[in-house]
DNA sequence: GCCAACGTTGGC
DNA sequence: GCCAACGTTGGC
């Protein structure tokens, strides 16, 4: 049995946040739009139903771990590829070769507090993602498991505090 | 808004 | 295949 694999998903809060996954039917989206090979090379060879995914907010006033989903359908075509009202539509698309991959996820948790990147920095262990690597900017990133263990246990620490 | 870092494009 | 120019990303 292949074990359990770890994303970190990029998006801008104000195309789509964690709280729009949350209300999608089902708490389910497609992730599509993805336009890099290295990030394709991820959806379509390595992203595997059950892995989990950290749901990173990035280019907003608090950059920040928000919460985490699960995958619920391995890589396939992505759709907006050769879709002309799409603004990820792709002129050069061969359907019959398709280039850009899609996964679909769904809704697992949000949390309380946002793990920030301040936060982060501030942690022995998830100071070394590699979402805090100076100009990282692929949009998808592997998370190894003793990252997303601290990442939980972080995110349940602060909410409880926030409690008090 | 700034700007460093990055990926892509295209001329050669 | 090199590499300069360009557009984009994304933290600050």
């Not at 994303?7 to 195309?15: N, T, V």
């Not at 964690?18 to 739009?33: E, H, K, M, N, S």
């Not at 603004?87 to 050069?92: M, T």
């Not at 949000?110 to 920030?116: G, Q, S, W």
Request: charged content about 30%.
């Amino acid at each position: 049995m292949e074990r359990r694999r770890y994303w970190l998903f990029k998006s801008e809060p104000d195309e789509f946040s964690i709280d729009d996954l949350r209300r999608a039917p089902q708490g389910t989206q497609r992730w599509d739009g993805v336009r890099n090979y290295q990030a394709r090379n991820f959806l379509r060879d390595h992203v595997k139903i059950g892995d989990g995914v950290l749901f990173y907010h990035s280019s907003t006033r608090e950059p920040a771990v928000a919460g985490t989903a699960t995958i619920v359908r391995e890589g396939y075509p992505d759709p907006t590829a050769s879709d002309p009202g799409s603004p990820y539509c792709d002129e050069n698309h061969d359907p019959s070769r398709p280039r850009w991959y899609s996964v679909n996820l769904c809704f697992e948790s949000k949390f309380v507090t946002p793990l920030t990147r301040g936060v982060l920095a501030g942690h022995p262990v998830l100071s070394g993602m590699m979402v805090m690597r100076r100009g990282m900017r692929l949009s998808i990133q592997k998370v190894r498991a003793t990252q997303w263990r601290a990442v939980l246990k972080l995110a349940r620490k602060l909410s409880s505090k926030a409690d008090e």
